[in-house]
């Protein structure tokens, strides 16, 4: 008989815990048969020697496994059973599992710092450390003076934009048509494509940040993943579990495709023009950017489609949102956001010059009902259209004053006190999710049977609790300094009140 190495599993610790568990089982057995024969003292010397003669039997199969080259605690386990002259079953757990079981400790799903948007004073800390806040609450507010100050600008200088429209199409009412009207639309014309030059230039210096925004979401870099938990990623893991995905996130890279390249067209067209370019030139220039902002428009709502996908499916399972995914949805809001309001106003502009040609073109009024007076209401709808963004901007910085919540939690520390400075950008608290997970390590014998979603029943040191989870993530193998690799396993939990980040937790990993 050739004798093998004894495996890692059984070394001294190792055996002896396992040889221990057993001889529990044996013992609780027979003190089971002692208690209902105590009357019989030779029944009880005969238990006595029946113990002695048991943990002599374990020994010697424990010898004897090494022999035969049982790898795993499960397989001794099995060949432990099988050979002894009565059953355990109940005792034990099911042979698939038996030894998959670790220690960790609860970890909040989600950790975040809350930074400030704005620079200023803090002028009140709404939240203490430990509340519990909703999402969207607010936990710090610092002095907004001088942004409210815009806002009210902002509002007044639309309200005049309005104002203006208002008198164009007063006087567009009464006007005539002939040939002095015919002579004014055509010399707006020059100041119209002057307009939509200006335009123009604000648009390229916007549009390449979004260009590789959106390919940063697809296929990774431009955000703070690393280049890891980029969506094409994510899309190729959830497919595995779910078809339907892969038409979303195909139709999601095909439109960006297609949109860069007539964004890529449109760039490089802008590049070869000037201010002083030809009206053609730039009339085909505004055609070719109203085309690519509308494609990339149709490209920010695919990704955004493959985005929420994504999000329904990890929460769906209970899966841990990525961190960077908070960076993903106000960047597609803001694309989006952005996006409309550039096509609004390239729409506009090609409208308004569109009519003045008609117009000075002398076409039929009843027919067409073009005239200079209808170029300037265009241009006055566009004015009305730019005071608005100008105060959607002034609203939106008003808001970066207030720091909330952007998920329901626990305020964890508060960094900053009442009338101190905090700048743009600073860390002024920190908010944990109350869901909480499970982070134990597993040796390679024991993560080889565990995946994803397999259930688990975690229990509390030191309580009566008991919570059904399911395993969410392995982690990548890292070598020990003992030498060992061992795997970082997450286990997501059922929601309890009663489980605290930090608290010492058991896993036994079950079968399906």
Avoid: C
Wanted: proline share 3%.
């Amino acid at each position: 008989m050739k004798i093998v190495g004894m495996p890692s599993w059984m070394k001294r610790s190792n055996l002896t815990e396992l040889l221990n568990t057993t001889k529990t089982s044996v013992r609780d057995r027979w003190n089971n048969f002692r208690t209902h024969h105590t009357q019989s003292a030779a029944v009880a010397a005969g238990g006595v020697r029946a113990s002695v003669a048991i943990a002599g039997l374990l020994l010697i199969l424990a010898s004897f496994g090494v022999a035969m080259g049982v790898s795993t605690p499960g397989e001794f386990r099995n060949s432990l059973v099988a050979m002894l002259p009565f059953s355990l079953e109940g005792d034990m757990p099911p042979a698939a599992i038996a030894g998959v079981i670790a220690d960790g400790d609860t970890v909040p799903a989600r950790e975040l710092s809350l930074s400030s948007r704005a620079g200023g004073l803090v002028e009140e800390v709404v939240g203490r450390v430990g509340d519990f806040v909703e999402e969207g609450a607010v936990i710090v507010r610092i002095d907004d003076v001088e942004a409210r100050r815009n806002v009210r600008d902002a509002e007044a200088e639309l309200a005049r934009a309005e104002l203006a429209l208002a008198q164009v199409g007063s006087e567009a009412a009464s006007a005539p048509d002939d040939s002095s009207s015919r002579r004014e639309a055509a010399a707006s014309i020059p100041g119209l494509f002057d307009d939509a030059y200006i335009q123009m230039t604000e648009i390229y210096l916007t549009l390449p940040d979004l260009v590789s925004g959106l390919s940063g979401m697809l296929y990774g870099s431009g955000f703070s993943d690393d280049g890891v938990d980029y969506l094409m990623a994510h899309a190729q893991r959830i497919s595995e579990d779910n078809e339907a995905i892969d038409d979303v996130s195909t139709r999601a890279g095909d439109r960006y495709l297609a949109a860069k390249e007539k964004y890529q067209r449109a760039a490089d067209q802008y590049h070869r023009i000037s201010s002083n370019s030809s009206d053609e030139e730039m009339w085909a220039l505004l055609i070719q950017s109203q085309e690519a902002i509308g494609a990339l428009s149709d490209a920010t709502k695919a990704v955004n489609e493959l985005f929420s996908f994504e999000q329904n499916h990890f929460r769906s399972l209970r899966y841990t949102e990525p961190p960077v995914f908070q960076e993903y949805t106000d960047a597609l809001s803001n694309y989006s956001s952005q996006l409309t309001d550039q096509l609004a106003l390239l729409n506009g502009s090609i409208e308004g010059i569109r009519m003045a040609r008609a117009a000075s073109e002398g076409g039929d009024a009843a027919q067409t009902r073009i005239s200079a007076s209808d170029a300037e209401r265009k241009a006055a709808e566009l004015e009305v259209t730019r005071a608005r963004n100008r105060l959607d901007d002034a609203k939106g910085t008003l808001s970066n004053y207030e720091v909330r919540a952007p998920f329901s939690g626990v305020i964890a520390s508060i960094e900053k006190k009442k009338a101190q400075y905090v700048d743009d950008g600073e860390v002024v608290a920190r908010l944990l999710a109350r869901d909480t997970l499970v982070v134990v390590y597993l040796a390679q014998g024991q993560v080889v049977r565990t995946n994803v979603g397999q259930p688990a029943l975690v229990a509390f040191e030191g309580t009566d609790i008991q919570l059904k989870g399911r395993v969410a993530e392995i982690g990548k193998g890292e070598k020990n300094t003992d030498g060992f690799v061992s795997f970082a396993v997450t286990v997501a939990l059922d929601p309890d009140d009663r489980i605290h980040p930090g608290m010492h937790a058991s896993v036994r990993f079950l079968e399906d």
